[in-house]
Every structure is written in C-alpha cells, then in structure tokens.
C-alpha cells in the first residue's frame, strides 16, 4: 500500500542514522495501535470510534506538517 511506503519513506528520511531502531520503534508503535483499537473496539460504539479515527487523523496531518516543516528549514539551514 501507497501509505505504508510512504511511512516508511518519511521514517528513513527522519532518522537515517537509527534506520534499524526507528522501524523497529514504527512497527512496535503499529501494533500497539491495532492492539489497542481492537480492545477498545469490543466496548465501544461505531460513532465514538469514527470521532477517535478522525481526530486521530487531523492531528497526524497537523504532525505530519510540523515535520515538513521542520524538515525543509533543516535542509535550508544546512545549504547556507
């Protein structure tokens, strides 16, 4: 899946002297995720997990800019 490459794309760029312990810290996170979603999914109803999933969303967007962000004045500060 596109997504799943891409995440790994950005973990590879975010760390690329720690690759082996960011993926390992990427899928550790992963599973904990689906874990936890599964729990909770057995005593919650369909209405307060989509709110979850969509907050969960507009926050990672919100993160997922603050990286690029951070990213791009990183790499413009290294080429001055």
Do not use: D
């Given at each position: 899946s596109n997504e799943m490459n891409f995440l790994s794309a950005l973990v590879a760029l975010l760390f690329p002297e720690m690759t082996e312990?960011?993926?390992?810290?990427?899928?550790?996170?992963?599973?904990?995720?689906f874990t936890v979603y599964f729990v909770i999914s057995l005593y919650v109803c369909v209405k307060v997990k989509l709110i979850v999933v969509?907050?969960?969303?507009?926050?990672?967007?919100?993160?997922?800019?603050?990286?690029?962000?951070?990213?791009?004045?990183n790499n413009n500060a290294l080429k001055k």
């Open positions: 312990a960011a993926f390992a810290n990427y899928h550790c996170t992963k599973a904990a995720s969509i907050v969960v969303l507009v926050l990672g967007s919100i993160l997922y800019v603050g990286v690029e962000i951070s990213v791009r004045r």
